[in-house]
């Protein structure tokens, strides 16, 4: 009898088969005679990966007629359904379904915190099984954050096989965020919102955010940083790549889901969404594929987050910001006073000055209409110019920087004035200290 198993890793089940022939070393040719030796000698046999084995029809045949003559029992672990047809028409086709919950107890005996076991074993996702059992021996040699960090680094070299995905790592948590503390306030609440405890708390299974704001006030770092929170990988998908692939971009999409949800759970960033739905050229292909990706949003059961970033809401097709698509839609406005002196804090500090050397009140008033990226980048030309004379950043040399640049805010009033408006009772603030009505004053 010839059974077929599907599986997602045949190398891990097939470990324990009493008549497991191995490839190790050997041709297609020497592992086809181990076979037709095997079967000739009424044993079992099973082979892992046997879609790789029959290069022709020929000794698919030729095996068939023997494995009908015999009473041996073969099995063919196999993760791919591409074996010739006059083995599949006989054979018994089984499914495989195996659970991460058989590593359960190993990854309990590990000497972490509750939480941190959870992390490590919603992380598993994905890994072939044959890899686990070696993995937890190795994260039991090291500290709970560096077995964390390990694993994600480990999930993450998994993901960059895929082409169509950019993993994106950075180590900077939420603390390198200045201001927008109504983002950070909801980011860090939903921590544990993917865990089965919170399906049976009666919680749904978050679906994704879309921050909207001005160029250079902190979206991409905030999709960053989430990653980081909630202990995920992120990775990043260019949709403009996509069309340059000379593949459909619908199918190309939905490979790239498709190996997302295979190692959930992720956040999934998508980074100046407007850009790649105003495709005017790609007209109905991009029709198609935003009917998918909506329809994939509404529906999906995996804990894929996804985090959309744009900076121009008039070009987002209406249909996208429906209640439902997201879980909270946030505007991010340029900071305020008091988040511009947090920012100047942040930067100068990651740069190993003390701000306290500082006037941060002067400079954060100097800086009305400054985003974010900007007042970094005054901090990086302050240090530019102290280095060049071989001097020590001074609050002279920064305001002097200060006083050379014009912020985009001056060029993009309009485009500003809009979003403002249209985030008026369609959006959350970000910042949660100001009401959006308080930006039209003045």
């Keep these: 009898m010839l059974k077929i198993v599907m599986c997602n890793d045949p190398v891990f089940s097939i470990r324990e088969h009493p008549g497991k022939i191995e490839w190790s070393g050997l041709t297609r040719e020497a592992v086809l005679e181990k076979l037709f030796n095997a079967v000739k000698s009424n044993k079992p046999a099973a082979l892992a990966y046997a879609e790789h084995l029959f290069s022709d029809e020929v000794s698919a045949l030729a095996f068939f007629e023997l494995i009908s003559k015999t009473d041996s029992d073969v099995t063919f672990f196999c993760k791919e359904m591409d074996l010739p047809a006059v083995l599949t028409r006989y054979a018994v086709i089984e499914p495989e379904k195996l659970e991460l919950t058989i590593f359960a107890?190993?990854?309990?005996?590990?000497?972490?915190?509750?939480?941190?076991?959870?992390?490590?074993?919603?992380?598993?996702?994905?890994?072939?099984?044959?890899?686990?059992?070696?993995?937890?021996?190795?994260?039991?040699?090291?500290?709970?954050?560096?077995?964390?960090?390990?694993?994600?680094?480990?999930?993450?070299?998994?993901?960059?096989?895929?082409?169509?995905?950019?993993v994106v790592h950075i180590d900077d948590g939420i603390d390198q965020i200045g201001g927008l503390n109504e983002l950070k306030k909801w980011i860090i609440e939903r921590k544990g919102n993917f865990s089965q405890d919170a399906r049976?708390?009666?919680?749904?299974?978050?679906?994704?955010?879309?921050?909207?704001?001005?160029?250079?006030?902190?979206?991409?770092?905030?999709?960053?940083?989430?990653?980081?929170?909630?202990?995920?990988?992120?990775?990043?998908?260019?949709?403009?790549?996509?069309?340059?692939?000379?593949?459909?971009?619908?199918?190309?999409?939905?490979?790239?889901?498709?190996?997302?949800?295979?190692?959930?759970?992720?956040?999934?960033?998508?980074?100046?969404?407007?850009?790649?739905?105003?495709?005017?050229?790609?007209g109905a292909e991009i029709r198609r594929v935003l009917g998918w990706l909506m329809t994939w949003m509404q529906e999906k059961k995996e804990p894929v987050f996804l985090v959309a970033t744009a900076n121009k809401v008039s070009l987002l097709p209406p249909e996208l910001l429906r209640k439902g698509r997201f879980d909270e839609i946030f505007?991010?406005?340029?900071?305020?006073?008091?988040?511009?002196?947090?920012?100047?804090?942040?930067?100068?500090?990651?740069?190993?000055?003390?701000?306290?050397?500082?006037?941060?009140?002067?400079?954060?008033?100097?800086?009305?209409?400054?985003?974010?990226?900007?007042?970094?980048?005054?901090?990086?030309?302050?240090?530019?110019?102290?280095?060049?004379?071989?001097?020590?950043?001074?609050?002279?040399?920064?305001?002097?920087?200060?006083?050379?640049?014009?912020?985009?805010?001056?060029?993009?009033?309009?485009?500003?004035?809009?979003?403002?408006?249209?985030?008026?009772?369609?959006?959350?603030?970000?910042?949660?200290?100001?009401?959006?009505?308080?930006?039209?004053?003045?």
Excluded at 204 to 209: A, I, R, T, V
Excluded at 388 to 413: A, C, D, F, G, H
Aim: aromatic share 8%; charged share 30%.
């Design 200 to 282: 049976d708390f009666g919680i749904p299974m978050p679906k994704g955010m879309l921050m909207l704001g001005v160029q250079g006030c902190g979206k991409s770092l905030t999709a960053k940083v989430i990653a980081n929170i909630w202990n995920f990988p992120l990775v990043r998908l260019d949709f403009i790549n996509l069309f340059r692939k000379g593949r459909s971009v619908e199918e190309l999409l939905k490979d790239a889901i498709a190996t997302l949800e295979g190692f959930a759970p992720v956040v999934l960033w998508i980074d100046e969404l407007e850009k790649a739905l105003s495709q005017e050229s790609e």
């Design 105 to 166: 107890g190993k990854i309990k005996a590990l000497p972490f915190s509750d939480n941190g076991k959870k992390t490590i074993f919603e992380n598993f996702k994905g890994f072939p099984f044959s890899r686990i059992d070696g993995i937890i021996e190795e994260l039991a040699q090291l500290k709970e954050d560096e077995a964390v960090a390990l694993l994600l680094e480990k999930k993450r070299s998994l993901l960059r096989q895929n082409e169509i995905l950019e």
């Design 331 to 442: 505007f991010v406005d340029l900071p305020s006073k008091s988040e511009r002196e947090e920012i100047f804090k942040i930067h100068l500090s990651k740069r190993h000055r003390k701000w306290e050397n500082f006037d941060v009140d002067k400079l954060a008033g100097d800086t009305e209409s400054f985003s974010g990226a900007e007042i970094e980048q005054i901090v990086v030309d302050g240090l530019i110019t102290a280095y060049s004379k071989n001097l020590q950043l001074n609050q002279k040399m920064i305001e002097e920087v200060l006083r050379r640049t014009v912020p985009l805010s001056k060029t993009y009033e309009e485009s500003i004035k809009e979003l403002r408006l249209w985030s008026r009772n369609r959006a959350r603030n970000a910042s949660g200290n100001r009401r959006i009505e308080s930006f039209f004053e003045g």
